[in-house]
């Protein structure tokens, strides 16, 4: 059974970064892509980016410029950073895993989600 | 931010069928396969359809989903109280060149 758990501050003051943890069990990192979503309140699930395991990226175009993600195939983990957040960052963000074939794409095993808000 | 269109909310009784429908364009579904979502407060989100109509082990054969053009719909057939959920499609889009998302379908059992 392939497990996602995230973990994260969940109290983010303005202007500074968020870092969140994605922790993987059940299956290796390895061989596989790992993504972030995230879903501000009331409203719908956003895409931010994926990374294989080797270290590849593609990151959501809106986002780009903030983000980073990396992995950790040691502890199997993979984690994303956050920058220069703003109210608008406040959502419930999502790890999932992301599989790429020649014709489909698709998120087969979700973490349960974790709450970041950007307050003062 | 959601790219593709869904209605908000669906409702049913026990044992009716239930249609969500999903839109969007060329770039998505007109060009990519379709996923579908079910989104459940507390509990992970889960993988309903993948590849238009595919159903990942574990899925009821209840939930059936299908693609024409650049719209696609899921189907939820004898309708259960457990099926009250969220549900939203997904497909790759080739402008974002990543996957965007529906703007998801409460399903309420009446």
């Known amino acids: 059974q392939v497990q996602l758990q995230e973990s994260g501050p969940g109290l983010v003051k303005p202007s500074e970064t968020v870092s969140l943890t994605c922790t993987v069990s059940g299956a290796s990192v390895s061989g596989y892509y790992w993504s972030w979503i995230r879903q501000p309140p009331g409203r719908g699930l956003e895409w931010i980016g994926y990374i294989y395991y080797t270290g590849n990226t593609n990151y959501n175009p809106s986002l780009k410029s903030r983000i980073t993600l990396s992995v950790d195939t040691s502890k199997n983990q993979f984690s994303l950073e956050l920058r220069s957040v703003t109210a608008a960052d406040t959502a419930v963000f999502y790890c999932?895993?992301?599989?790429?074939?020649?014709?489909?794409?698709?998120?087969?095993?979700w973490g349960r989600g974790t709450q970041v808000t950007v307050s003062s | 931010q959601s790219v593709l269109t869904q209605p908000p909310s669906a409702s049913g009784t026990p044992g009716q069928r239930v249609t969500i429908s999903c839109s969007g364009s060329s770039s998505n579904i007109g060009s990519n396969t379709v996923n579908w979502y079910l989104f459940l407060p507390g509990t992970a989100p889960k993988l309903l359809i993948h590849s238009n109509n595919q159903r990942p082990s574990g899925v009821p054969d209840r939930f059936s989903g299908s693609k024409s053009g650049t719209s696609a719909s899921l189907a939820i057939s004898g309708l259960q109280s457990e099926d009250e959920a969220e549900y939203f499609c997904a497909a790759w889009d080739d402008t974002v060149s990543g996957p965007v998302f529906g703007t998801g379908t409460k399903v309420t059992v009446l």
């Open positions: 999932a895993r992301f599989r790429i074939t020649e014709d489909t794409y698709f998120f087969d095993y």
